[in-house]
């Protein structure tokens, strides 16, 4: 079956280090792939989306993902973490002939000071 | 700016009892969906619609049912209340199908639900 993994459902990082969190997704080539933030008590909101139009995606908020077809991978990052990032992230994927799309089980971001 | 909006907020119910989730959005969408958060799960899709008059199951359809009369609307209901039922509920739409030519969902606020 199609899956999405999200390695490590909580990750801590002092204010102004590097923010990594995974995302890896299963079998084909999937053509979308997207990446939410939730905050707490809110919806999910769109940080950014790779459409194959390039591998490396820049969305809102100074993160960006980077599509690696050979890893099967659609990390997220930010060079600097900031206070305000302390959220929960899903990574999300649809696959072709699918109306629906998966969503990963989500990290918790915690920022430290 | 509404964009999507989901009443109520907060919920409590008895078990047995009924109840409706209501899921409105105003940007003319036709792909509205219905998911439930609980800790550490992600989100599952219950219940899809492509457009008014159509809806399909998703992942977790149990327990539940909707309806779909116009573009707008897209109520959950909720039968027989169980205490498995709780969990946050949120509803999301998108103007083609879910990710298709990169449209993202869009999502409401949620609906805190707890069955005692």
């Known amino acids: 079956a199609q899956s999405v993994t999200q390695l490590g459902s909580h990750v801590s990082v002092s204010e102004g280090a590097l923010v990594l969190l995974r995302c890896n997704y299963s079998s084909s080539v999937p053509p979308y792939l997207f990446w939410y933030v939730q905050y707490p008590n809110q919806g999910l909101q769109l940080l950014l989306k790779y459409t194959s139009a390039a591998t490396l995606v820049k969305g809102i908020n100074g993160f960006e993902a980077e599509f690696k077809k050979s890893e099967t991978s659609f990390h997220l990052t930010k060079p600097s973490a900031h206070m305000s990032d302390a959220a929960e992230y899903f990574c999300a994927v649809k696959w072709y002939r699918d109306d629906k799309i998966i969503f990963g089980k989500g990290t918790r971001l915690h920022i430290l000071p | 700016n509404a964009g999507v909006t989901q009443t109520p907020k907060f919920r409590i119910l008895k078990i047995g009892q009924s109840m409706t989730l209501q899921c409105a959005q105003d940007?003319?969408?036709?792909?509205m969906y219905w998911y439930r958060q609980d800790p550490g799960m992600g989100l599952k899709l219950i219940y899809y619609?492509?457009?008014?008059?159509?809806?399909d199951k998703g992942e977790v359809p149990n327990g539940y049912n909707v309806s779909r009369s116009t573009t707008e609307d897209f109520p959950l209901r909720l039968e027989l209340a169980a205490p498995s039922q709780t969990s946050v509920y949120f509803c999301?739409?998108?103007?083609?199908?879910?990710?298709?030519?990169?449209?993202?969902?869009?999502f409401g606020d949620g609906t805190r639900l707890s069955i005692l």
């Open positions: 619609s492509v457009g008014a008059g159509i809806t």
């Open positions: 940007m003319n969408h036709n792909y």
């Open positions: 999301a739409s998108s103007y083609s199908p879910s990710g298709e030519g990169g449209q993202p969902q869009h």
